[in-house]
């Protein structure tokens, strides 16, 4: 069974600032697929990376890079020079390749202040 | 392109009534996927649907159901409401990939039902 741990409730940060949100996970599926979703208070989810297992190169959407490590079973997101606007909810997801089901973790409330 | 779009967004019902939710997936989506979301639960797979079959089912009753229509179109259904179905019901859509990727899920805003 597959698990995604987010082990910060909330997040402070100042705009301009980067900040890491973690994300650890659990699987002993071979091929898998890692993503982060921003939840704003609409409720809306909004995808913004995604990393597959067997990706060499960390992805990178703009100003959110995903810190993917394998052997650590790690993939954390850096959102550089924050904004005001991603203050939101921000959630870990993983699913395994050919399955459409997400496993999300608790997430992590992000609040950017001025 | 138009995005992922449910109804109803809100809705109230009573306890033992049943409730119908709408997903229009992206268009040339064929596969949706529904999840519940609560404070306590978190965020919770329910079904996936893909060209009319179910293929995928998470660990809820047989209150829950669902289906998919030939245009992709997905409804789900809950009978004999309970208090503790008060809930953000998301659906996803995603252009499965046959041969490499995964694809990425494309959320709707959801719809947020509450049981009195």
């Known amino acids: 069974a597959q698990k995604i741990t987010q082990t910060q409730p909330g997040m402070f940060v100042q705009e301009k600032e980067a900040v890491t949100l973690d994300c650890t996970y659990d699987?002993?599926?071979?091929?898998?697929?890692l993503f982060w979703y921003k939840q704003p208070s609409s409720g809306e989810m909004i995808f913004l990376i995604y990393?597959?297992?067997?990706?060499?190169q960390n992805a990178t959407e703009g100003r959110y890079s995903l810190n993917f490590q394998k052997a650590r079973k790690s993939a954390n997101l850096v959102i550089s020079a924050s904004q005001l606007g991603d203050s939101a909810m921000y959630f870990c997801?993983?699913?395994?390749?050919?399955?459409?089901?997400?496993?999300f973790g608790t997430g992590t409330r992000l609040l950017v202040s001025p | 392109k138009a995005g992922v779009t449910q109804t109803p967004r809100y809705l109230i019902k009573t306890r033992g009534q049943q409730v119908t939710l709408s997903c229009s997936p992206i268009s040339g989506h064929r596969s949706v996927s529904w999840y519940q979301q609560t404070p306590g639960q978190g965020l919770q797979f329910l079904f996936e649907?893909?060209?009319?079959?179910?293929?995928n089912k998470g660990n809820f009753p047989g209150r829950f159901s669902g289906r998919q229509f030939s245009n992709s179109r997905s409804e789900m259904n809950v009978s004999t409401l309970e208090l503790g179905d008060s809930a953000l019901y998301l659906c996803a859509s995603s252009f499965v990939k046959l041969a490499g990727g995964t694809g990425e899920l494309f959320f709707g805003e959801g719809s947020r039902l509450t049981v009195l």
């Open positions: 997801a993983m699913r395994p390749t050919g399955f459409q089901k997400l496993v």
């Open positions: 649907y893909f060209s009319e079959t179910q293929r």
């Open positions: 990393q597959g297992s067997y990706d060499e």
């Open positions: 699987t002993s599926d071979q091929s898998y697929g």
